[in-house]
């Protein structure tokens, strides 16, 4: 039986640009098996937009809250999103804001 993917859409708050925190969601989804992408917000926050189970995404929100050595994460607020499948292969830093 095949678990059926999802779509979260995390904000990311604290300490989270330019230490790094984009590169590391990349590892982290990389890590958990989950899809799509983490980009600056022009407020200071990280937005990261994941597609994966529920266990993926679960295990996923936990690195994301955990971050980066040079990061202070001080929230992660977690919404559901429209699952897009042109993020559903692979995980990448967007460089736009």
Same mark, same amino acid.
């Given at each position: 039986?095949?678990?059926?993917?999802?779509?979260?859409?995390?904000?990311?708050?604290?300490?989270?640009?330019?230490?790094?925190? &984009?590169?590391?969601?990349?590892? *982290? =989804?990389?890590?958990?098996?989950?899809?799509?992408? +983490?980009?600056? %917000?022009?407020?200071?926050?990280?937005?990261?937009?994941?597609?994966?189970?529920?266990?993926?995404?679960?295990?996923?929100?936990?690195?994301? &809250?955990?971050?980066?050595?040079? *990061? =202070?994460?001080?929230?992660?607020?977690?919404?559901? +999103?429209?699952? %897009?499948?042109?993020?559903?292969?692979?995980?990448?830093?967007?460089?736009?804001?």
């Amino acid at each position: 039986m095949r678990a059926e993917k999802q779509a979260r859409r995390f904000f990311v708050s604290g300490t989270v640009q330019g230490v790094g925190y &984009r590169y590391f969601a990349v590892n *982290a =989804a990389e890590q958990t098996g989950v899809a799509g992408y +983490a980009k600056n %917000l022009a407020d200071g926050r990280v937005e990261v937009y994941a597609i994966g189970t529920k266990a993926q995404l679960g295990d996923f929100a936990r690195e994301l &809250r955990r971050g980066p050595a040079h *990061a =202070a994460v001080t929230a992660v607020t977690e919404v559901d +999103a429209e699952l %897009l499948p042109v993020f559903n292969s692979g995980f990448s830093v967007s460089y736009d804001r």
